[in-house]
């Protein structure tokens, strides 16, 4: 931001008063709690009342609903999030004051500096699963790790350990500011082409990424993503990989089912490390355990804890999530908003027991749809039926002038609906006993099969 010539660690300080725009996001929220642990005044403001806010409130923590100038006070700096723009009445109140506004990624980065171990998850798909697979891991080792650790129960986690676990976003480069000691690469593939020019602009990107890991540090690799690999090209550090595919430092061995779940043993460089039985479907987090078993094997711990948290993860919220249950039809959630999250999503649901795969699709953002556009298309023929909410804006103007009608011109027994109370509606009127409903989308698309249970 313009006006913040002081590097954030002078402000985070017992006694210091700071205002945080977007206070109820995922990853504010635990930032409020943090900062007020370490002593400063915390307030905020949010868009909306939410669970997060009576929550924060519950602990002593104002937050106003709504942005306005006023609600600044007497603060000395202030924190926005990603989704916050320059021209939002507090942050311009703030910059008209001399009020220093720094990003969220800032002060995470700057909090990471006190822990001896900072753990950051980065990758295109699976950083929230995988995150949280590495905190319950952690947590069985009795490590009580810190940060952003979602869907813990609470949406996340503040701990006192000596380890903080943070997913790290690439979108905006937040992840680079962060020190991470272990970094670990999931997968490297297009997307946020509002921001990045190509996929060479964000393998970069996640190059400088592995870069901040010192040279004491580790970093870990997916061996069977080429733009995971390709993005770690001539690093200097030493790289541990894991995969299924190609020849890797830590994989999967005597792979199989029960019950339809994976079961394997992880060896890393070829010797046991831990026996696991994922109560999570598909290939996609066999490769996230192995992404958390190596983490947790660099730092140290047991793989007594990697067999116990695991085996203790039962799926992160919005991630192939069951809600219930309509007319005899299944009705599961999922926040996959990228083609490739959708394949791996689509494949597995296949591969349950059904009559008949129907997903609610609301594609994310106006860019994504049109630069990806061919790839939705070709995953949104998997399902045997599909409806398509309009598209979610987010931080977006439709500049592009694209809909989802688009999508569904090309897609043959397509259903476009024009708002989340129609797509409830079709689904009230197709769905049979013995169909799979998925509601897809990282926008609001639950809220349609929240709709649809109301009247199971």
Avoid at 138 to 158: E, K, W
Avoid at 248 to 264: I, K, M, Q, R, Y
Avoid at 369 to 385: M, Y
Wanted: glycine letters at 8%; hydrophobic letters at 40%.
């Amino acid at each position: 931001m313009m006006n913040n010539p002081n590097p954030i660690r002078e402000y985070l300080v017992p006694g210091k008063r700071v205002h945080l725009v977007g206070i109820g996001g995922v990853s504010m929220c635990p930032l409020a709690e943090v900062l007020r642990g370490m002593g400063l005044q915390v307030q905020g403001s949010d868009m909306t009342e939410s669970d997060t806010v009576r929550h924060l409130r519950s602990l002593g923590i104002p937050v106003s609903i709504g942005h306005n100038a006023d609600n600044l006070g007497d603060c000395e700096f202030v924190v926005r999030t990603a989704a916050v723009h320059d021209s939002n009445p507090e942050i311009a109140g703030a910059v008209a004051r001399g009020i220093p506004v720094y990003e969220r990624a800032q002060a995470w980065g700057a909090i990471m500096q006190h822990y001896p171990n900072a753990l950051c998850v980065a990758g295109t798909h699976g950083k929230t699963t995988t995150t949280s697979m590495c905190t319950h891991i952690f947590m069985a080792a009795q490590a009580d790790p810190g940060g952003t650790l979602p869907l813990l129960h609470s949406g996340y986690r503040v701990g006192h350990g000596d380890t903080i676990i943070l997913e790290s976003c690439e979108y905006c480069n937040s992840f680079l500011s962060f020190f991470p000691t272990v970094a670990v690469i999931l997968n490297v593939e297009p997307d946020h082409l509002d921001f990045f020019k190509d996929l060479n602009d964000i393998e970069h990107s996640f190059h400088k990424f592995a870069q901040l890991v010192p040279p004491a540090g580790h970093v870990i690799v997916n061996a069977d993503n080429q733009g995971a690999m390709d993005s770690v090209q001539g690093l200097e550090h030493p790289i541990i990989t894991f995969g299924l595919e190609r020849p890797a430092d830590c994989t999967a061995s005597n792979l199989h089912e029960e019950d339809g779940l994976p079961v394997f043993d992880v060896l890393i460089h070829g010797q046991f490390y831990a026996h696991v039985t994922l109560h999570v479907y598909g290939r996609h987090n066999v490769l996230n355990a192995l992404a958390a078993a190596a983490a947790a094997h660099a730092l140290g711990l047991p793989g007594s804890a990697v067999e116990e948290g695991l085996a203790a993860f039962t799926g992160a919220g919005r991630r192939f999530e069951h809600k219930g249950t309509y007319h005899g039809a299944e009705v599961y959630d999922d926040y996959a908003h990228h083609p490739d999250e959708l394949h791996a999503l689509l494949t597995t649901a296949k591969e349950l027991p059904h009559q008949r795969l129907i997903v609610a699709f609301q594609p994310h953002t106006y860019s994504r749809t049109a630069k990806l556009f061919d790839r939705f298309v070709e995953e949104l023929k998997i399902p045997d039926v599909v409806i398509l909410a309009e598209i979610y804006a987010a931080r977006e103007q439709n500049t592009l002038g694209i809909s989802s009608s688009d999508l569904c011109r090309n897609i043959p027994g397509a259903i476009y609906c024009t708002t989340l109370d129609k797509v409830a509606e079709e689904l009230r009127k197709i769905a049979q006993p013995g169909d799979l409903i998925f509601t897809v989308g990282a926008g609001d698309i639950y809220r349609a099969g929240d709709k649809l249970l109301e009247e199971a």
